[in-house]
């Protein structure tokens, strides 16, 4: 369990604002989220990490339990690959970017790396690349699992991939092109392992949306199942089946057409993660903001905390206060561009001007994007300071 004064008493020299991830939750997710894999491989999901010395450390620790990267961006791929990461699909797709020649690159040298499709002009560009530079290039097709019920669009609008009869559409158009090798097959079940069902902030809507959960996943799965049949059909030899995320572990294992699952929020496990009936994790990473400031009796005012997370406007998109607990945002201002005020309720720790703060994010890679360092925990001690892609000087979205 962790405790304020421990926290506080850890970080006493370093400045603020800071974020830390502490090992021994990271290491109690990882061991939640391989057991409820269920045996399945795990693909690590980048964006939600952000840290190049967490995927080594996660590989490292349970390299049996892992099967590559899923990453965000085609430059990420590549500058992951130049490190000597290997087995990485490229989970969205991007059409303006140089990258692709330096992808044939390291596709003849028989690295490991497939890039997402999901229509016709994908793979023109795709096969001219393929053409331009004697190569054939691996693709995964990303098969759409959005579900309609009346009056409800059950899903999320990304690939035009819609049905069995959109694939063997474009499986058609496939054997013209002679650059291109179908390697894998996507179908991210966005409505069940990105929507929460326990929030706290929709309190009406958890239990339709639990409803809807139960009656997509069959539908989910013998879409899925049904576009991995036609590619084997078709010829396709199909190297990876990949379905699910942090919310949908518990289902995407049982489908049979599944060969890995990705993950990335659960092993950080930030606040929309607690929001789920199904699992609970440990909030594994945090950071802390400085007291500048006592507007008031029993208010306190902190420096930075306005890192709110992407998605539709909700309050379950802001920071929330962590530790000490008995702190509250103040509704008209929640957490400012340089400034955060709280309300300190009667059993808050008595705090201190310079004191630190401790607030989660409500997701869990883009508090990345505000840290250039991670300080790494372990028995709430300092074991290290690792840099995330913002230390690095990548900002690739
Ligand atoms: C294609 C895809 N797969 C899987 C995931 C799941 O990632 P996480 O485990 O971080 O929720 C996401 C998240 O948005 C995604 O876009």
Wanted: hydrophobic share 35%; net charge positive; glycine share 6%.
């Amino acid at each position: 369990m962790t405790n304020y004064e421990d926290l506080k008493d850890t970080f006493k020299f370093e400045r603020l604002p800071l974020a830390y991830v502490n090992l021994d939750l990271l290491d109690s997710n990882i061991e939640s989220i391989i057991k409820a894999a269920n045996g399945m491989k795990i693909r690590v999901a980048t964006k939600s990490l952000r840290c190049r010395e967490i995927f080594d450390y996660l590989v490292k620790t349970h390299a049996d339990s892992f099967n590559g990267f899923m990453c965000f961006h085609l430059e990420e791929a590549n500058w992951l690959l130049d490190q000597g990461v290997d087995n990485i699909l490229v989970a969205y797709p991007y059409f303006r970017s140089l990258e692709f020649e330096k992808i044939t690159d390291h596709i003849k040298l028989n690295k490991k790396i497939s890039v997402m499709v999901d229509c016709i002009e994908h793979l023109e560009v795709l096969n001219e690349v393929g053409m331009k530079n004697y190569c054939h290039i691996p693709v995964c097709l990303d098969l759409d699992l959005s579900v309609r019920f009346p009056f409800i669009y059950f899903g999320v609008y990304r690939s035009s991939l819609k049905s069995e009869k959109d694939v063997e559409k474009l499986l058609c158009s496939i054997n013209e092109m002679k650059h291109i090798k179908i390697v894998g097959v996507m179908g991210y079940e966005a409505q069940i392992a990105g929507v929460t069902d326990n929030n706290p902030f929709q309190k009406l809507l958890n239990i339709p949306i639990r409803i809807l959960k139960k009656l997509s996943i069959s539908r989910i799965h013998k879409r899925r199942q049904k576009v991995v049949k036609l590619c084997r059909d078709k010829g396709h030899d199909l190297e990876y089946v990949n379905g699910g995320g942090t919310g949908s572990l518990d289902s995407t294992t049982l489908d049979y057409s599944c060969t890995e699952v990705t993950v990335g929020s659960g092993f950080y496990s930030p606040t929309l993660f607690d929001y789920y009936k199904g699992f609970k994790y440990e909030p594994a990473a945090a950071f802390a903001l400085e007291v500048t400031r006592k507007p008031k009796n029993k208010m306190i005012t902190c420096a930075g905390g306005g890192y709110v997370a992407s998605g539709a406007n909700s309050l379950d998109k802001i920071p929330k206060p962590y530790l000490p607990t008995g702190l509250k945002l103040e509704p008209n201002e929640l957490c400012g561009e340089v400034q955060t005020p709280l309300h300190v309720k009667k059993s808050a720790f008595e705090l201190q001007i310079g004191d630190p703060v401790f607030f989660r994010h409500a997701k869990a890679g883009e508090l990345c994007e505000r840290f250039n360092e991670i300080i790494l925990l372990r028995d709430n001690k300092i074991q290290a300071k690792v840099k995330t892609y913002r230390g690095e000087g990548k900002c690739f979205l």
